[in-house]
C-alpha cells in the first residue's frame, strides 16, 4: 500500500471491524496518543493499537457506521467516524472519534486521538442535535 492511500485503508478497516487490514494501514512503529474519557493513553506499535481498536468496536453487535470522514490538514490528515452500536446486546450508544494521523513510507506513523466515550443513543443524538443548532462567534 502506498502511504497516500494509508488513511483511507484506515477508516475502510475500522468501518468493516477489519482490525488485520487496520494494522497493516499503520507503520511498524506507529505511536498513538489518545484522549478518552477515562484519561489519555498511549500506545506504541501497529499491533497494540490495532489491538486498541479491537477492543473497542470487536464484539459489538448491531454496529452501524453512521458518519466517517477524511480532510487533508495541512501534512496531517483528520479522520472522524462516528458508530451506532450495542455492546451488551440490548442498549444502543453511539461513539465518536477524531483523529489527525501523519503519514510516512511505511502508513500512518502518528495518530493523536480525541474520544467521545461511549453514549447512551437517546442522549448522544439530543447532544449531536444540539451542537448543530448552536452557534460558534468569535469574541
Request: glycine share 6%; net charge negative; hydrophobic share 40%.
Amino acid at each position: 500500500m502506498t502511504n497516500q492511500f494509508a488513511p483511507d485503508a484506515f477508516l475502510s478497516a475500522l468501518s468493516s471491524r477489519d482490525f488485520g487490514r487496520l494494522a497493516e494501514s499503520l507503520a511498524p512503529d506507529a505511536h498513538a496518543r489518545m484522549l478518552l474519557p477515562p484519561g489519555p493513553e498511549v500506545r506504541c506499535g501497529r499491533e497494540e493499537i490495532a489491538r486498541r481498536f479491537e477492543g473497542w468496536f470487536s464484539r459489538a453487535s448491531d454496529f452501524e457506521v453512521m458518519d466517517s470522514r477524511r480532510v487533508e490538514v495541512g501534512p496531517r490528515t483528520r479522520l472522524s467516524w462516528r458508530f451506532r452500536l450495542s455492546r451488551d446486546g440490548q442498549s444502543r450508544e453511539v461513539i465518536e472519534q477524531v483523529a489527525f494521523v501523519s503519514v510516512g513510507p511505511e502508513g500512518i506513523s502518528d495518530i493523536d486521538l480525541l474520544c467521545s466515550g461511549f453514549l447512551h443513543e437517546k442522549s448522544a443524538v439530543a447532544s449531536f442535535s444540539d451542537d448543530a443548532a448552536a452557534s460558534c462567534s468569535l469574541r
